[in-house]
Every structure is written in structure tokens, then in C-alpha cells.
């Protein structure tokens, strides 16, 4: 298993922007899909966003769509979740998880904890006037 690091959380108005980002420490994540997944106060673990191996296909959850964008950047080995529009219902802990199946991403699965292998220990958002 990957050794997952997210960061970037914090404290933010609603309307507000944050980017999380995903590493592994001593591995690059190119050979993965890489989800992020988050846990809102007494709440289940959620599926919010997806990139596929190879960086063909995109997911998000519809709650997020058209404010959260994913990226990879494969020279820092580093996955990205630029959060925009943010909204108190946005505050959970964001984590990061990976896996090897190609098709991890597509709808059926990106929200499936199981189809993820690896998991970072998850950031906080906070999303508050």
C-alpha cells in the first residue's frame, strides 16, 4: 500500500476557495486512479471526485459538479482538488485514496471504498463565516 499525505485544508468563507492536494510519499501516483472521498459530520464517507490512470476520464459527485475541479501533475507527483463556490455543506475531512483498477473512476465505482486500496489519513475543510 501507498503511503498517502492530503493537504491544503483549512479554515474558509462560504463562497471561498481551497486545493487539496494528494502525494505518496516515495512513489508517483501516475499508475493509479485517484479519488477523493470526504466525511461530513455525522455522516458517511462520500465519493466527491475521480481521475482515471492515464488522465482520461473525470468524476465528480453532483453535489460538487461545476465548483471542484481534479488534476494530476505528474512531474510534482502531486493530485489535485481545487474547490470552488464553497459552501457549509462542503465542511468534512477530504481524503485521498488510490487504486489500481482502470476503471475505478467510472460511475458505477468511484464512490465504492472498496475499489480503493490505499488511503491518506484525510485534511479537514471548514467552511464558515
Known amino acids: 500500500q501507498l503511503n498517502i499525505v492530503e493537504s491544503g485544508g483549512g479554515l474558509v468563507q462560504p463562497g471561498g476557495s481551497l486545493t487539496l492536494s494528494c502525494a505518496a510519499s516515495g512513489f508517483t501516483l501516475d499508475s493509479y486512479a485517484i479519488s477523493w472521498f470526504r466525511r461530513a459530520p455525522g455522516k458517511e464517507r462520500e465519493g466527491v471526485s475521480c481521475?482515471?490512470?492515464?488522465?482520461?476520464?473525470?468524476n465528480f459527485a453532483n453535489s460538487v459538479k461545476g465548483r471542484f475541479t481534479i488534476s494530476r501533475d505528474s512531474a510534482k507527483k502531486v493530485v489535485y482538488l481545487q474547490m470552488n463556490s464553497l459552501k457549509p455543506e462542503d465542511t468534512a475531512i477530504y481524503f485521498c485514496?488510490?487504486?489500481?483498477?482502470?476503471?475505478?473512476?467510472?460511475?458505477?465505482?468511484?464512490?465504492?471504498?472498496?475499489?480503493?486500496?490505499?488511503w491518506g489519513r484525510g485534511t479537514q475543510v471548514t467552511v464558515s463565516s
Open positions: 485514496a488510490a487504486s489500481t483498477a482502470r476503471s475505478a473512476c467510472g460511475d458505477m465505482y468511484f464512490r465504492r471504498e472498496d475499489i480503493f486500496e490505499s
Open positions: 481521475i482515471s490512470i492515464g488522465d482520461s476520464y473525470v
